[in-house]
């Protein structure tokens, strides 16, 4: 498993910076890597790349390469096995949806998924990825006109204020 977490890591900045032939052929390698994977025989360091880890960097890497439908698909999948300690990871795979829909211009899916992915991100307390909702409230903000923009606004500003840190 050695090259999975790098390879993995290395499709999903693939994709967000535009390289879809790179993403794709890094995936190819971290598949692989991961295939042959024996965790009890891998190195501490790398032990935490369990399946739902993996399955998040996929998920990222295809939205990120404009494969938005399966990589909803395989988030749903993700999503239903998700138990209470990786909830965290919902909001992350979450996030990541939104934003890809965002880049597509479907704002009404966008905030859609984004408001799930606050009441998540307020239900783990999860606050060090509140700024990744910043920047999709920024990208939304165009269209705050529209009902769906303007309920995911106001469930970012509530979802900020909650998880702000006391002013001591």
Do not use: C
Not at 26 to 32: E, I, K, T, Y
């Amino acid at each position: 498993m050695a090259g999975s977490p790098v390879a993995a890591r290395y499709a999903e900045e693939s994709a967000a910076i535009g390289d879809k032939a790179q993403a794709v052929e890094s995936w190819a390698r971290a598949s692989d890597a991961y295939a042959i994977a024996d965790t009890d025989e891998d190195r501490v360091w790398t032990r935490f790349m369990d399946q739902n880890r993996f399955d998040s960097y996929h998920i990222a890497t295809l939205a990120g390469i404009h494969r938005l439908d399966e990589a909803q698909e395989l988030a749903a999948t993700v999503l239903a096995r998700l138990d209470q300690p990786d909830r965290k990871k919902a909001v992350i795979i979450l996030e990541g949806i939104a934003s890809a829909h965002l880049t597509r211009r479907s704002v009404s899916d966008a905030s859609t998924i984004g408001r799930h992915a606050l009441a998540v991100l307020r239900e783990t307390e999860f606050a060090m990825w509140l700024p990744k909702f910043e920047a999709l409230a920024q990208g939304l903000r165009r269209w705050e006109h529209a009902e769906p923009v303007r309920a995911f606004l106001e469930e970012y500003g509530v979802t900020k204020r909650q998880l702000a840190p006391s002013p001591r």
